[in-house]
């Protein structure tokens, strides 16, 4: 393991407002979880019902992508497919061309955080506003987000006023409801102005043909509406079959991401608007998106992972995300559902550490609305990276020294043996650890790793087994 | 063409083949409890003021209108041609502008005002919820521009939950272009997990139950 | 343990070719090596007629990562599962098998659990140690929050991720402070070893103890 990874770590670790902002801000978030669950028994029938529909849709995808798309074609939409990032920003760059359009608004979408649209749209000389007040904040501040529900986490409310007084040249607010308006004011003009606006989806409904927003600030209503051009940019493993799928998809992401038995605004979308309604759309475009999914689909063992909603919820409950927040991540998806989808998108050589950085606890899986077992396919993820001998993260020895403690472990009377020659090493006169009497033994590897924060158990008096045998001896255990 | 190309990965993915029938999916999970008329106003209620919106029962629609022309600020108010709008009298108060249809200037008009006044098709009682259809009779922009919005709903259309909705309407896009359901006022927590109201929607809900 | 169990009126059996499970070979990716030691651990566990296990992990381990490990060795694969419904976790086995909740033991302090992880989420030990601690004689039981997050061990994630692992402890050792308990117990030695790794290190002196500790003691 590079050591230069658990240094950069140990910065965020050791920088006490960074840990307090995320400590606050995720803490908050379980908490509000917690306090909308229904009975258990309900919400478990919840998160198995969301579970076997996403993998029926998944098992019969192109089914549905079809559907979904002559569904939506049948009602004025235009549904094009990328394969990654660049395709989706040709589309749009060529349709700003089309339209004679400058100013893009766009409200949170993590997909395409993935393929870094906004700097392609920059590229093509557009201007690109966030308008999730989080995101807005991220991109003020040229980052990216810290956390997939929650943007701008783990930025106090002083960064906020910091930033707004240097790049929107207002007067300093410190407060949140104050900052709000500011942001507010700023937008509205954007939203008003614009002539294109990009959203995600949280769901794609087949049958129906829909495109389905969740949110609370209204920034997604207003970027799918008030401009000409709606343009979604969604995952091909958004499609759900019909529209009353969403009943329990919705009951569960509001509460599981945010603690909301429904977020504020939910909006089912089916194309531009028709004839006699009174506003909306002129176009309707949604682009479809693989980056990489198709790769994840076809390995039986992780599919499961494109069951995901997006709600976060496995962050906020990760003790590692919540140690060493989002930015460390390779990727724009950080905590476990990161660590699992990531090597599937940048490969299993690039990053490989990441499945490792995880004490395997299980809190992720334990509260994931739909059931993804996340620890597993870790543990998955894992072995392939030792099968495929990638370098560096194994270090050198470690295939060596587990070899040698398997054979080890294989031969009972060399491990007990092994056993006692390192109690008697560690043992000194005055019967102190390990620490003192074999300072030589802290340079090597995982043990200096582990004395950097913690003592090593004194070893034992008498093994176990030598107790066991006295035991024998006297008759006891008979 | 990407299209294709995406399509045949999914279907080696998924070792399918083109137009190969698809098995049928789980039956939707739909549970509509027994709730009774009474009972569900008291539910929509407290649903709608636990968020910090204002719930307002009126016995008449001459109630509703004296309602509605208690929140008209000077700023003016936009309202939808709904006709439960016009049956209570509301569309024909001073101050409210209605009936533009051209879709620049209403939008200007909703940016302009600092009340909307629409009706709404639904309402959930379980989460206070608002389900607006958009028609030649309700606009997008009507319950978003304005800092307040007031919705004016039938108690007849008052559905236990997510689980009715779905239910009454299985297929929304049958109706309208655009379904969106209003829970509360326009909310953020992106600083410091602190609640805000009014971020880019309206920052304070009035439902006025017919 | 032992002690435990014996004076309950079970017989115990302490093979002594008995190693390990195979659990840090497989969590750490090494799959044909965890193969080989799981292989001895079914050998020599074979004809018991129950396996009782002070750890929720490897318990755990041989209850649910063993048919995965073993899902192209039909003859394993089959020695696993016979072995599967005769192994428990030993609270598991205490309130289950034996049905006894009072031991009979006797501990003057005030005591703090923490939740195992893999006790926790993959076998469903919850209440069970609680139970067990709540009859003993003398022993205050004193919650911590919260007490079911993770103390950091994770295996070799404890040498790989040194300062997010240490992090973690450092977290739970306050929660453990908070609690203002004089003990701390737990299903698991290794969660034990990192705690008190990094309470020893802070220089505090409260106690760590296995469940099967406080129970032997009277």
């Known amino acids: ?478 | ?210 | 343990m032992v002690e435990v169990l014996e004076r309950l009126g079970w017989g115990v059996d302490f093979p002594e070719n008995q190693t390990c499970c195979g659990q840090p070979a497989y969590n750490s990716g090494y799959w044909e090596e965890a193969r080989a030691v799981a292989r001895h651990f079914l050998r020599v566990f074979r004809d018991a007629e129950y396996v009782v296990l002070p750890s929720g992990s490897c318990a755990s381990m041989l209850l649910h990562r063993y048919g995965e490990l073993f899902r192209n060795e039909p003859e394993w694969l089959q020695a696993a599962e016979k072995l599967r419904p005769r192994v428990w976790e030993f609270s598991r086995f205490l309130l289950e098998v034996a049905r006894v909740e009072d031991v009979g033991a006797r501990f003057e302090g005030v005591v703090t659990y923490h939740d195992s992880c893999h006790a926790l989420r993959e076998l469903g030990v919850r209440e069970g140690p609680r139970r067990l601690l709540s009859r003993v004689r003398g022993l205050e039981l004193k919650e911590m929050q919260p007490a079911e997050e993770c103390c950091g061990f994770g295996g070799t994630f404890a040498v790989k991720f040194p300062a997010v692992s240490t992090g973690m402890a450092q977290s739970k050792v306050k929660a453990i402070l908070d609690s203002g308990a004089d003990t701390v117990v737990s299903v698991d030695a290794s969660c034990l070893m990192q705690i008190q790794g990094a309470m020893a290190r802070a220089g505090h002196t409260i106690r760590g103890m296995h469940l099967a500790e406080i129970l032997a003691t009277r």
């Open chain 1, 1 to 478: 393991m590079d050591p230069s990874l658990d240094r950069n770590f140990s910065k965020t670790i050791g920088n006490a407002a960074l840990q307090e902002a995320i400590y606050s801000a995720t803490g908050r978030l379980v908490e509000k979880r917690r306090s909308a669950l229904p009975a258990p028994a309900v919400f478990e029938s919840w998160r198995e019902q969301a579970r076997l529909v996403k993998q029926h849709t998944l098992e019969n995808l192109d089914h549905y992508l079809e559907r979904l798309e002559a569904n939506l074609t049948a009602r004025g939409a235009k549904v094009v497919y990328a394969r990654g990032g660049g395709e989706v920003a040709d589309y749009l760059a060529g349709l700003a061309k089309e339209k004679e359009a400058r100013l893009v608004v766009k409200s949170k979408s993590m997909t395409t955080e993935e393929i870094h649209l906004n700097g392609l749209l920059e590229d093509a000389r557009l201007e690109v506003v966030e308008t999730d007040l989080g995101e807005f904040i991220v991109q003020l501040a040229r980052e990216r987000p810290y956390h997939i529900v929650a943007p701008a986490l783990h930025k106090t409310r002083y960064d906020v006023a910091d930033l707004f007084t240097r790049t929107l040249n207002v007067e300093r607010e410190n407060l949140p409801e104050k900052q709000t308006k500011i942001a507010r004011r700023v937008l509205r003009e954007k939203f008003l102005a614009a002539d294109i606006g990009v959203t995600g989806a949280n769901f794609l409904v087949a049958e129906s043909g829909a495109i389905v927003l969740v949110e609370n600030e209204g920034n997604a209503r207003l970027s799918s509406s008030a401009p000409r051009v709606h343009v979604a940019i969604a995952g091909i493993e958004k499609v759900i079959p019909r529209a009353q799928d969403l009943a329990v998809f919705l009951k569960l992401l509001g509460r599981s991401a945010t603690g909301q038995p429904l977020t504020v605004y939910t909006s089912y979308l089916s194309g531009p608007r028709r004839a006699g309604e009174l506003d909306g759309p002129d176009e309707l475009h949604l682009v479809l998106l693989d980056n990489g999914r198709t790769k994840l689909l076809a390995d039986r063992n992780k599919r499961e992972a494109l069951y995901c909603i997006r709600c976060g919820a496995c962050l906020n409950h990760c003790p590692v995300y919540r140690k060493i927040g989002g930015h460390h991540y390779p990727w724009v998806y950080s905590g476990p559902i990161g660590a699992v989808i990531t090597p599937h998108f940048m490969g299993i050589h690039e990053e490989p550490w990441l499945p490792y950085a995880s004490s395997l606890c299980g809190a992720c899986a334990e509260v994931c609305p739909v059931k993804i077992d996340l620890p597993g396919a870790l543990l998955k993820l894992r072995q392939e990276t030792v099968k495929a001998e990638v370098g560096g993260v194994h270090g050198r020895w470690e295939r060596l020294a587990f070899r040698f403690w398997a054979w080890l472990m294989c031969r009972p009377r060399l491990y007990e043996m092994a056993g006692l020659m390192i109690s008697m090493l560690s043992r000194d006169r005055e019967g102190a650890g390990w620490m003192r009497s074999a300072p030589w033994l802290m340079n090597f590897g995982p043990l200096r790793a582990w004395s950097a924060g913690r003592d090593l158990p004194p070893p034992p008096g008498r093994s176990f087994r030598a107790m066991w045998r006295a035991r024998l001896k006297s008759g006891k255990g008979d």
């Open chain 2, 1 to 210: 063409m990407s299209r294709d190309h995406v399509l045949h990965r999914i279907r080696t993915a998924t070792g399918r083949s083109a137009g190969q029938p698809c098995a049928e999916a789980p039956a939707p999970l739909l549970q509509i409890p027994g709730v009774d008329m009474q009972a569900r106003i008291q539910m929509f209620a407290q649903a709608i003021e636990s968020l910090a919106g204002k719930f307002h029962r009126a016995p008449t629609p001459e109630a509703a209108r004296a309602y509605a022309a208690a929140l008209i600020p000077e700023t003016g108010a936009i309202a939808s041609p709904a006709p439960l709008l016009a049956d209570c009298g509301i569309t024909q108060l001073p101050g409210v502008e209605t009936g533009i249809t051209e879709r620049r200037a209403l939008r200007a008009a909703c940016a302009r005002a600092g009340l909307g006044i629409t009706s709404a098709d639904y309402a959930l009682a379980d989460t206070g919820t608002l389900v607006m259809l958009s028609s030649p009779r309700e606009a997008r922009m009507i319950s978003l521009l304005p800092p307040v919005h007031l919705a004016v709903v039938s108690a007849a259309n008052l559905l236990t939950g997510l689980d009715e909705l779905f239910t009454v309407l299985p297929d929304p896009a049958a109706a309208t272009s655009a379904m969106v359901l209003i829970t509360g006022p326009s909310r953020t927590a992106d600083i410091e997990q602190i609640l805000v109201r009014g971020v880019h929607g309206p920052g304070e809900i009035h439902v006025v139950l017919v």
